[in-house]
């Protein structure tokens, strides 16, 4: 049986039946069948079935059968002590890991070291009252998350402590919702009143806290609410602010931290609580989050929920790796402070420059398909306007606010509308503006609507209608001046078909003059990032 953490190696076909593989690190561990199964930590693959024509030999299955049976320790002490001590106890020694618990639904015990307990919540609604915290359980073979609820919560919250081990046994499983946690556990446990919890001292071959992070760059592919875990150097931090919670109507304590790693890129986390509190960000910590919950406010930010785990400055390789580890890293310069990075984050609603960015040049969103999914694709790109379509770039639309309608002139100085099935002695002008985007690499004909329409050719709507009634020529000008100016554009791509042709439709989102300095560190970064890989 392969662990939870070697599982993605099926599924990505890096092993298969037949491959020769040698085990580095495993477990065995017996069954109340007395089956023996081996949970398989960490292997390699040294040779695939292709590169040994496949199976090798006639093996047959392990049996245990000629050789003498014998009880287990476990057993033995089960029958000496039956009658004289409780049931647990006997069972206490009937160990098991945690990736074999979902095949133990009673009389089972962990022993496991808490990596992360929550704090007291309590609820109210029609139904009652009650409180719960809950705490992250870890060994050798996996991880899995505890809660209690109501007495549980006064019998076992003075007694778990962070970094600790325990015995814990009796606990009821289900399966876990996988939207509240990031613990790799396809079950999760609630304590009930034949719980037990046991210290013990005996955990110093435990591991203390298990990551799989993912890169900052690649955030801007993951669905919001993915439970994300984090590393990064902090590049700087604000002052605790306090919220009140509209639902409790609780006050709250805030603190924003943008986190830098190798991948050049920026992202705020939000911390909340004691944890915005205690927070110093001073001499810029390196910073490891656990379960921090992905959002699309602003382009892409995290927040650091009750049941994520945050480690300052932890001891672990990639915190090293961030750092340098006493050799130059390219996130500092020569006078040890952080370098500048782009920031995927915008939650103070500014320039696009970060936010979900998506950045791509004009040949890369090409090659790269972006439209032709189920869903519509954004990237960001500076590019320079060398051609605009004036004409029917202007419509007679529905004068009413909430309707763009185009109308249709009745020659008796009145204009009908018939979405709102109305007539009026006045229109409004709407921009529908076709443009050819280039930058060095190839073009590309974007469609802007009215206000990336009025921000390109630097003129509201309502004045260029008039002048088009009025003045050709000046009108003429307008569109002349706009060509050859770049911009920093946020472009919609998707793939439509019309009349049986299918092709792709873009759309200018949003437009802003390029702000050089910026532009210019992202290039830096990146010069920067593909020179140390």
């Known amino acids: 049986m392969l662990a ?7 599924d990505e076909g890096r092993i298969a039946i037949h491959d020769v593989c040698q085990i580095n690190k495993f477990l065995c561990n017996t069954l109340k069948d007395g089956r023996r199964v081996v949970v398989v930590l960490d292997l390699k693959v040294v040779k695939t079935a292709h590169q040994v024509n496949g199976k090798i030999g006639n093996p047959v299955p392990f049996s245990e059968s000629k050789y003498p049976s014998h009880k287990t320790f476990a057993q033995i002490m089960y029958n000496f002590y039956s009658g004289i001590i409780s049931y647990f106890v006997a069972f206490a020694w009937f160990e098991i890991k945690i990736v074999f618990i979902k095949s133990f639904f009673c009389r089972w015990t962990i022993r496991a070291r808490v990596t992360n307990k929550s704090q007291i919540r309590t609820w109210s609604n029609s ?15 996996g991880e899995i998350r505890a809660t209690a609820f109501t007495d549980q919560v006064d019998k076992f919250f003075p007694l778990i402590e962070v970094n600790k081990v325990y015995y814990v046994s009796k606990g009821t499983l289900k399966t876990a919702n996988k939207q509240y946690t990031s613990v790799k556990n396809d079950y999760e446990m609630t304590f009930n009143n034949d719980t037990t919890v046991i210290p013990c001292d005996d955990g110093d ?3 203390k806290v298990q990551f799989e992070f993912i890169p900052i760059d690649q955030l801007e592919t993951k669905n919001k609410d993915t439970m994300i875990d984090i590393i990064g150097v902090c590049k700087s931090y604000e002052e605790v602010s306090k919220i009140t919670v509209r639902t409790t109507n609780r006050e709250v304590s805030k603190r924003n931290v943008q986190l830098l790693d190798m991948s050049g890129k920026i992202v705020t986390a939000t911390l909340w609580g004691e ?24 382009g892409r930010s995290l927040s650091v929920t009750s049941s994520s785990t945050l480690m300052v400055n932890p001891d672990i390789p990639e915190a090293f790796k961030l750092r340098g580890c006493g050799k130059k890293s390219f996130l500092f310069d020569t006078e040890g402070q952080v370098v500048e990075g782009i920031s995927i984050s915008d939650l103070k609603g500014g320039s696009f420059g970060g936010g979900n960015s998506n950045w791509k040049t004009l040949m890369e969103a090409k090659s790269e398909n972006l439209g032709h999914g189920e869903k519509a694709d954004y990237y960001t790109c500076v590019g320079t306007i060398v051609y605009l379509k004036k004409e029917n770039c202007m419509y007679q639309a529905c004068p009413t606010s909430d309707c763009n309608k185009k109308v249709i002139d009745q020659q008796n100085g009145l204009y009908r509308c018939e979405k709102c099935d109305r007539e009026f002695p006045n229109f409004k002008y709407r921009l529908i503006l076709s443009v050819n985007l280039a930058d060095f690499g190839d073009n590309q004909w974007v469609t802007c609507f009215q206000e990336t329409g009025e921000g390109i050719l630097g003129q509201n709507c309502l004045y260029l209608g008039e002048l088009k009634d009025s003045n050709e020529q000046a009108f ?15 472009i919609r791509v998707k793939l439509e078909t019309y009349n049986d042709e299918s092709r792709i439709k873009a759309t200018m989102m949003d437009v802003k003059p390029v702000d050089h300095k910026e532009y210019s560190k992202r290039l830096i970064m990146n010069i920067r990032k593909h020179a140390v890989s």
């Open 4 to 10: 939870t953490q070697l599982t993605p190696m099926v």
């Open 127 to 141: 139904r009652g009252e009650g409180k719960l915290f809950s705490i992250e359980l870890l060994d050798e073979s």
């Open 205 to 207: 071959n435990l591991p």
């Open 275 to 298: 944890d915005a509190e205690k927070f110093d960000g001073s001499g810029q910590p390196v910073l490891a989050i656990k379960g921090a919950r992905l959002s699309d406010y602003g």
């Open 476 to 490: 003429e000008e307008i569109f002349q001046q706009a060509n050859f100016r770049s911009y920093t554009c946020r």
